[in-house]
């Protein structure tokens, strides 16, 4: 009988943790980008990016795409771009740090959703630290300047909060299934399609291309988006969508790390406790799932000797 090779359950959480990173510096990407291109344009241009470098590694994928690979890439592929599209449009709205802490919400949306779509028991740590996650979140991006009212700039937060939580869900469902690859360039060229689509529709064309504009794309492009999806999307094999989007969720303190090297801001008490917490919430899904698995091991391996 041939043998499988198993890969380790921390291979995937190594490759979120490394698509949190990049994303913590897609922060200043994204930044600099809006100030010399619009919305829909970024988005469109980042993931056409993204798509071709996709293609052009891995080409000989898409002659084994099948109908089930293009539904799975469609569905992900939306909620991504309904993501970006909130994200991006919320930030002519609100400020960085509202903004953030609002599309957290998703930590605390991917338990239920995952209930409620394929009606896996929601486990308590995982909502113990989600409501941790989120208090750091708090600590970390709200001010006293930035109290939380409900406006435009908010709405758009929360949805877009509610399109992250189903993107990381789908492909926590999709990932373990279909090919990881194939899933990867469809939901890129997806995003890329819609953005044009709605650049074209909503946004006048940029008149010239400069190097202010050209290099934080690049970087959204090739790092943000082309890296840290594909790592994304083969971590989310190996571990579960919750505790994903606890990882994931530590692309706010990259953020602010990399905001404090390279823009030189000022760190305060807040950021410090919220980093701390953020952390400590992955810490302890990660402790909570590792002690759950050995346990259940335990259990399976006295069942199989016949000892229960």
């Not at 486990?123 to 208090?135: N, V």
């Not at 993107?167 to 279909?178: C, E, F, M, Q, R």
């Amino acid at each position: 009988m041939k043998k499988i090779k198993q890969r380790p359950a921390w291979l995937g959480d190594l490759l979120l943790v490394i698509t949190a990173v990049v994303w913590g510096g897609g922060f200043i990407g994204v930044q600099k980008s809006l100030e010399t291109i619009t919305p829909f344009y970024m988005i469109s241009f980042r993931f056409a990016i993204a798509s071709m470098m996709l293609i052009i590694v891995f080409w000989k994928k898409l002659i084994k795409i099948k109908r089930d690979d293009l539904i799975a890439g469609l569905i992900v592929g939306i909620f991504l771009f309904l993501g970006f599209t909130f994200q991006t449009i919320g930030a002519l709205y609100l400020n960085v740090g509202k903004l953030a802490f609002l599309t957290a919400l998703n930590v605390i949306m991917v338990p239920f959703l995952v209930f409620v779509i394929y009606k896996k028991q929601i486990k308590s740590y995982h909502l113990i630290a989600s409501l941790i996650a989120i208090i750091g979140f708090g600590f970390l991006n709200l001010t006293k300047d930035t109290g939380l009212s409900l406006g435009i700039g908010e709405i758009l937060g929360i949805m877009c909060a509610v399109a992250f939580a189903a993107h990381i869900t789908a492909l926590g469902h999709y990932s373990k299934k279909d090919d990881l690859i194939i899933l990867a360039i469809l939901q890129m060229i997806v995003c890329c399609i819609l953005g044009f689509i709605c650049a074209f529709i909503f946004e006048k064309p940029p008149t010239r291309i400069t190097v202010e504009m050209t290099i934080p794309i690049i970087y959204l492009g090739v790092f943000s988006t082309f890296v840290a999806f594909l790592f994304q999307t083969i971590g989310q094999k190996y571990t579960s969508s919750s505790r994903a989007a606890l990882i994931l969720c530590t692309e706010s303190v990259f953020g602010i790390i990399f905001s404090v090297v390279l823009l030189k801001e000022i760190v305060t008490p807040n950021t410090i406790v919220g980093a701390s917490l953020i952390f400590g919430s992955v810490i302890l899904s990660e402790y909570m799932h590792i002690r759950r698995t050995e346990k259940n091991k335990i259990i399976t391996c006295k069942i199989l000797d016949g000892q229960i």
